[in-house]
């Protein structure tokens, strides 16, 4: 028997791992991968290529990111992010510099007055507790793209805010609470930040990849890392867990769950999770995106005054596309989200025609230099067993204000992490290290 099982081998997992091997408290984790990561997945392609297929960036105010970083001797660079970038709406292409597109003048008034009322609102939201708010209920009872179609009086300022918010959520708005819109902005420091490349949460990139930097985090106990065990049952009998995966069983005092929460779901719990613990869980659903690149021998468009950005309303099916070349530009790449709908109607088309059509959209993008890509690759976490979607969690209408803090909420020895338990910087990787951290600092006080 060991004293704490961590459940998940991404980001969170590791990070209470690395803080339990620190203080010598055993543990085993359980992963059900081949591999570490979780919802971050950085393909090697060869020495100097790789893609992130999952979670990539960090920026400004994620301290624990840039912590691991310098502490295990990892590099990272800034996104790139001059010259033009490129608005495809009603598939007419025009380009422009800086955050704000080029649209008609009342357009641009009501584009400013919405993204700072979301701004002004979101600074009153209690970041422990949403659910104090004192319109929480009002907040709660009202859907993203609700709020989005009341306060934007242009079809234009709607496309938009729309495609911003669909990227930062990778959800359809009428999938997020108004409530647990405003809560994430302020997880995050503000909205400003999270659309933003400029001193924003897409700042910087890890040198060799994402995934390099969890790897490197679990060299030291990598022994007390169990792959391909998927746990399908809890039991606590007199006090001793009893972890169950197909052919394995394990003993534990403490569980640490970290993995997403549509997983966690699914496992069988003995005794029950509480009622509110087992309906939160039913009702986060988990975001939708696909990740799609196209590879070059080098990054045309920059010289060509491009950034590499572009943002598409829904006549294209990507809501946005960034520059996601290497440090020092060995290949060019860009980067394409599709989300929520219509990732769900691309990825029903075959690969060879998602790689036709987002040529398309290059080649009309950027001109004839596009025509000829070295490849094509795409993926997208809602198609992988053990992730079931991506970024995060989404909380719907109804959810903050009826089951409150029932997540992250510690019972009965289990302790839960995960990016949807950290209350900074939640959804994002550094929210995950955070309540990973957390987890482990809790069951260290428990078991002192």
């Known amino acids: 028997m060991t004293q704490v099982i961590i459940i998940g081998g991404g980001f969170s997992g590791i990070a209470a791992a690395k803080k339990l091997h620190e203080t010598n408290i055993p543990f085993l984790v359980l992963e059900a991968r081949e591999r570490l990561g979780g919802r971050v997945y950085t393909k090697q392609i060869s020495e100097d290529l790789y893609l992130d297929l999952g979670g990539q960036w960090i920026g400004p105010s994620q301290d624990r990111m840039y912590a691991l970083c310098e502490e295990l001797g990892l590099d990272y660079f800034e996104t790139y992010d001059q010259g033009y970038n490129i608005l495809d709406f009603k598939e007419q292409v025009k380009k422009f510099k800086g955050l704000i597109p080029s649209l008609d003048i009342f357009s641009l008034i009501n584009l400013d007055f919405v993204l700072k009322k979301l701004e002004r609102m979101a600074k009153t939201i209690p970041q422990d507790s949403p659910w104090l708010h004192p319109k929480a209920v009002e907040f709660d009872r009202v859907s993203l793209a609700a709020f989005v179609t009341s306060q934007c009086k242009t079809k234009s300022c709607q496309k938009v805010v ?132 196209m590879v070059y021998q080098k990054p045309f468009w920059r010289e060509a005054g491009f950034s590499g950005q572009a943002f598409a309303d829904e006549y294209s099916p990507f809501q946005s596309m960034f520059d996601a070349s290497p440090k020092e530009a060995y290949f060019g790449i860009i980067l394409a989200f599709t989300i929520g709908n219509r990732a769900k109607t691309f990825f029903e088309k075959d690969k060879e025609k998602r790689q036709a059509i987002m040529l398309e959209k290059l080649t009309k993008y950027f001109g004839s230099s596009a025509e000829t890509p070295l490849f094509y690759e795409d993926f997208s976490m809602s198609d992988e067993a053990w992730s079931r979607g991506c970024y995060a969690g989404i909380y719907p209408t109804g959810a903050w204000t009826g089951f409150q803090d029932a997540y992250a909420k510690t019972e009965n020895d289990i302790y839960w992490a995960g990016t949807e338990a950290s209350k900074v910087w939640f959804g994002y990787i550094e929210g995950a290290v955070r309540a990973g951290e957390t987890a482990a600092d809790n069951v260290l006080l428990d078991l002192k």
């Open 162 to 293: 729309s495609l911003a918010l669909e990227t930062v959520f990778a959800a359809e708005l009428n999938e997020v609470s108004l409530l647990h819109a405003l809560f994430y902005f302020k997880s995050g420091r503000d909205l400003n930040t999270l659309i933003n490349i400029n001193n924003g949460a897409q700042l910087h990139r890890i040198v060799g990849g994402m995934q390099t930097l969890v790897e490197k985090m679990a060299q030291p106990f990598l022994q007390q890392i169990k792959f391909n065990h998927p746990v399908s049952s809890i039991r606590k009998e007199d006090g001793v867990f009893t972890v169950q995966c197909e052919g394995f069983s394990y003993k534990a005092k403490k569980i640490i769950m970290a993995v997403p929460p549509v997983l966690a779901g699914k496992i069988n719990f003995y005794p029950l999770l509480s009622a509110a613990k087992r309906q939160v869980l039913d009702r986060i659903a988990m975001g939708q995106v696909g990740k799609c690149f």
